[in-house]
């Protein structure tokens, strides 16, 4: 499918079905259910720092470090899961990032609607590419996904929050 690499149109085209369903469904959904959008509120308590620390750092390492090979003393070593099972997890995790996209974008989190909002939105449809190489234990797809969740982090970072950069860049000699 061609369309995968062009995540962009994929959203669009998502967008445009949902939002055509929505029109064509309209009419009879006009009785709201009880309790309404403005009784509920989402859970914010976690600050953005959290979710980076304890939710979405966690699950992109294990990405990064699936991916890809080393080498060391030993010799040549592919990093790459080598059961379903270990696809499994990887996949599972590329899952935590897709939703890690939505819980940055909720209001109260999101900064702002613009630039965040896209980098939100990258950040989940890297994870959706990790997730579909994943399921079909295609390695070089998994690799360029990871490379793709890679250059998001660092961009909205840049963005917002340019120190955390260099923790990022473990080279001694900066
Ligand atoms: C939508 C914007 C955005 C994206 C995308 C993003 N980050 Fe962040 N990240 C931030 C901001 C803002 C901070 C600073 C939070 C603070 O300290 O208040 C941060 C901080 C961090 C921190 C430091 C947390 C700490 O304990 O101080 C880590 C680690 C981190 N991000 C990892 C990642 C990784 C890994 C990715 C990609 C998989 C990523 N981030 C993607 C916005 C983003």
Not at 16 to 27: E, F, G, R
Not at 89 to 102: K, L, P
Not at 129 to 140: I, P, S
Request: glycine share 8%.
């Amino acid at each position: 499918m061609t369309m995968k690499q062009i995540p962009g149109i994929k959203i669009s085209l998502t967008l445009l079905l949902s939002l055509l369903l929505l029109a064509c469904s309209a009419p009879e959904e006009s009785n709201e259910t009880a309790g309404g959008d403005d009784s509920f509120s989402y859970n914010t308590q976690l600050n953005v720092q959290q979710i980076m620390a304890l939710v979405l750092e966690p699950a992109s390492d294990i990405l990064w470090d699936s991916g890809g090979w080393v080498m060391d003393a030993s010799g040549y070593e592919e990093l790459y899961p080598t059961t379903d099972d270990g696809w499994a997890y990887v996949r599972a995790q590329a899952a935590v990032v897709v939703e890690s996209g939505n819980m940055l974008a909720l209001p109260g989190r999101a900064p702002d609607g613009d630039a965040w909002m896209i980098y939100s939105e990258g950040l989940s449809d890297a994870g959706i590419l990790a997730m579909e190489a994943a399921a079909a234990q295609d390695k070089e797809a998994f690799f360029q996904a990871g490379a793709q969740l890679y250059s998001v982090c660092t961009a909205c970072h840049q963005a917002y929050n340019p120190e955390i950069l260099d923790r990022f860049d473990d080279n001694p000699a900066d």
